[in-house]
Each structure stands twice: as structure tokens, then as C-alpha cells.
């Protein structure tokens, strides 16, 4: 397996613009998770999803902010509209049920102009 | 919801020397503790975990010990390498696979 996919690896987006990041998680795992890490907060866990429901999304920043996962195989992160305080390096990690060692993609990162 | 806790921020120790990272978490169910190493410009990568039922691991230069009354976790590496020197963050899960993670701390080790 290549591990969970994410994309593009890196964006730069002018303010106001809508942004979409990609994630593919390991075929088989049921848990998807949306992580967001900046030098001032570290890894802040976003919103996760089990068998592709979201299940907790109280760590996203406000309305601007929307996940979804259509299928066991793809998960996307939006971003609408965009702001300059959303630069950061996002990361999509996937596990297995009963197995919590999560296994993160390359990430994204986002820079916002 | 749970807290996680994670000190120092930055470490620096002279190469050959023990480093020691500390966390604590809030959550009394919490059971499984990670801990993940990243390098620069690199994703995060599980390096040894323990889970509640134990109160040691060690994987040759690596090892974490569990307080589950102070509800405390340590990092411990020994003979510390310059290819040691990254990111460390601990983690902690409760029943279900949600990991919170401490806010990571800065390892250098120097020549």
C-alpha cells in the first residue's frame, strides 16, 4: 500500500480564493482524520471520521472550514473563502479500527496570500 | 475533552547523552499513549506506544514509561544520536481511535 495519499503538497492561494485539499487513506482503514499544524498550536485535530460519517468536528475554526468524506477512499478539506491566517501545513492520517496507530499523509502546505 | 500536556518545548543535549520528555493527560480513560517523531519537512511517524495495562516499553534506544495514578507518560532516549534530532510528540486515545496530541517538543542534539 503507498500510505495515505494527500494533495497537492503544496498550494499557494491568493485571500478570498476557495481551497480544496485531497486525502486518500490507507484501503481498508474505517477512521480518517483532518489535522492542522502551525509553530503556534502544533497538530490541532480538526475533524475525523468514522466508516466515512464525521463524528467530531468541534475542532474546526468556523464556517469557512468543510470536510467530506463520499466514499471509504477520499476525503476533502475546503476552505471558503480563504484568509492569510490559514497558512499552515495540513494533514489528512488514517487507522484502523481496534488499531490506534494512526499513519499520517505528506501533508499540505498551504499558503494563503 | 481530552488534554494533553507536553514539556519542555525544546531540548538540547550534547550527543551520547539521554534525552526526557514528559506529558501529562486529563482524560482517566485514556489507554493508549504514541509517541511520534517528525523530522523537518517531514509527516509524523510512530516511533513506540504503550498502552494502559503496562508501565514500561523499551525498543533499543527508545523507551517510554506510564503513570496511570499521576496520569503521566514519559519519552526516554538514550545515547542520543544526531539523527535523534527532530520533532517528538506524545499522544493519548481514549476508547474509540481520536488521538489528541501535546505541542510538541524540539530535540537537538549537538556534536
Known amino acids: 500500500d503507498a500510505g495515505v495519499i494527500q494533495s497537492p503538497r503544496h498550494e499557494v492561494t491568493e485571500m478570498g480564493q476557495e481551497v480544496t485539499l485531497r486525502c486518500k487513506p490507507i484501503s481498508g482503514h474505517d477512521y480518517l482524520f483532518w489535522y492542522r499544524q502551525t509553530m503556534m498550536r502544533g497538530l490541532e485535530l480538526l475533524i475525523y471520521f468514522n466508516n466515512n460519517v464525521p463524528i467530531d468536528d468541534s475542532g474546526m475554526p468556523e464556517d469557512r472550514f468543510s470536510a467530506k468524506m463520499p466514499n471509504a477512499s477520499f476525503s476533502t478539506l475546503k476552505i471558503q473563502p480563504s484568509e492569510p491566517r490559514d497558512s499552515a501545513v495540513y494533514f489528512c492520517?488514517?487507522?484502523?479500527?481496534?488499531?490506534?496507530?494512526?499513519?499520517f499523509g505528506q501533508g499540505t502546505r498551504l499558503t494563503v496570500v | 475533552g481530552e488534554n494533553v500536556e507536553q514539556h519542555p518545548s525544546t531540548l538540547s543535549v550534547q550527543e551520547g547523552d539521554s534525552a526526557v520528555i514528559k506529558c501529562t493527560y486529563s482524560?482517566?480513560?485514556?489507554?493508549?499513549f504514541p509517541w511520534y517523531k517528525q523530522e523537518l519537512g517531514k509527516r509524523p511517524q510512530l516511533i513506540i506506544d504503550i498502552r494502559s495495562n503496562v508501565g514500561e516499553k523499551k525498543d533499543q534506544r527508545i523507551a517510554v514509561t506510564l503513570n496511570k495514578t499521576a496520569k503521566h507518560f514519559s519519552l526516554h532516549i538514550t545515547e542520543t544520536q544526531p539523527e535523534d534530532s527532530a520533532v517528538y510528540f506524545c499522544a493519548s486515545a481514549g476508547g474509540g481511535n481520536k488521538l489528541t496530541f501535546g505541542t510538541g517538543t524540539q530535540l537537538k542534539v549537538e556534536l
Open positions: 492520517a488514517s487507522s484502523l479500527q481496534g488499531h490506534t496507530e494512526a499513519f
Open positions: 482524560d482517566s480513560a485514556s489507554n493508549y
